[in-house]
Structures are given as C-alpha cells and as structure tokens.
C-alpha cells in the first residue's frame, strides 16, 4: 500500500469518526424541553363525488 493509499484512508477515517463523534455529542446533548415538538396536520378530507373509470 502507497503513502498516498494510507494517507487517503486516514483522511477518510478520520472524517467518519468525526462525523460519528459530533452526532454522539449531538445526541448526547439534546434538551427535549427547549425544543418545539414537530407535528403534523391531518390531510384534509377529500371528497371524490364523481366516477372516472371511463
């Protein structure tokens, strides 16, 4: 394996455990209160009054 070959996988190495390290912290930090929570909206009602099988 090159330098060139180990230096790549390390910068890749590097990027995923600090991607999975900031969603750890991410996570870890969370305050559940201090954030609205997300909902939905019921779809309104549809209403189909007319057959279109033709």
Do not use: C, H, Y
């Not at 330098?3 to 995923?16: F, N």
């Not at 455990?17 to 309104?44: C, H, R, T, Y």
Request: avoid cysteine.
């Amino acid at each position: 394996m090159s330098s060139a070959m180990k230096a790549t996988l390390l910068a890749i190495a590097v990027v995923l455990i600090g991607m999975a390290g900031s969603f750890i912290w991410f996570v870890a930090n969370w305050d559940k209160e201090a954030e609205q929570p997300i909902g939905f909206v019921p779809a309104l009602d549809i209403k189909i009054t007319e057959d279109r099988l033709t």
